[in-house]
């Protein structure tokens, strides 16, 4: 992989103690702290929001503490926006939302948490997006089973509003998996991909995901090639089966 940073551990079972470097979050970090800090930029953790985050204030700084103890600095909190079925999911309600709960789980877990989205694409995007923290980066995503037709137009009007797009769990998209051979094919779908990339849309895996890149040849070569540049825990309750991500010291 080229210019890797913000080392983390690779599934122990098969890696070792591997270090894999994502040079998306230190441009975040970058931007957003110091070049050093080691970021989560896929989150869900804010409690009581109506989407699919913690119910409880309990249960988010069991969240967030265990997030800290793996030795991260800051997260970015991506609660759904766009999502047709919640459109009581304003940019008003995130920021109130945020500034009200935000400082509790600061408080109590010792992390940095900045505000951001995950937008959901439609034909009809929202008049306000919400970037990762103060970046240009606009973390989105798309139905798991199927391409959307207004894809390609939805990024382009990103990107013509000044923002710079970022997939979510590229991994767990099957309409992205290599056509023929599914999950453990070795090449993805590579006309969407080169649509993506032509329009310098970057990707962002799950952490739980890079444990188990035997079982996804195709996201291990999107890796080593240097594809993938951003990672999160997309980390929404305590039993979702997501693992915090394991930074290295």
């Not at 079972?13 to 930029?41: C, W, Y």
């Amino acid at each position: 992989m080229r210019g890797l940073t913000q080392p983390i551990q690779e599934g122990k079972s098969r890696a070792g103690d591997q270090r894999m470097e994502f040079p998306g979050n230190q441009d975040i970090a970058r931007k957003l702290i110091h070049p050093k800090t080691r970021i989560d930029v896929h989150t869900h953790i804010l409690p009581c929001f109506k989407d699919d985050g913690p119910k409880s204030l309990e249960e988010a700084i069991i969240l967030a503490r265990q997030i800290k103890d793996r030795s991260a600095d800051a997260i970015i909190w991506t609660p759904h926006y766009g999502f047709p079925r919640l459109p009581h999911i304003t940019r008003e309600a995130i920021e109130t939302h945020y500034q009200e709960y935000a400082p509790l789980i600061e408080r109590q877990s010792n992390l940095t948490v900045l505000m951001g989205s995950e937008l959901y694409i439609t034909p009809k995007l929202p008049k306000n997006l919400i970037p990762l923290g103060d970046t240009d980066w606009i973390l989105f995503e798309t139905p798991l089973d199927q391409q959307p037709e207004c894809l390609l137009d939805a990024i382009d009007e990103i990107i013509a509003r000044g923002f710079r797009p970022i997939f979510a769990h590229v991994e767990r998209y099957c309409w992205l998996e290599p056509i023929g051979g599914g999950s453990t094919g070795i090449e993805c779908n590579e006309a969407i991909f080169n649509a993506l990339i032509d329009r310098q849309v970057e990707f962002q895996i799950n952490y739980s995901t890079v444990l188990l890149l035997e079982s996804v040849p195709w996201i291990k070569k999107l890796l080593r090639d240097g594809v993938i540049r951003f990672l999160g825990s997309d980390k929404h309750v305590l039993d979702d089966g997501r693992e915090p991500i394991r930074f290295l010291s």
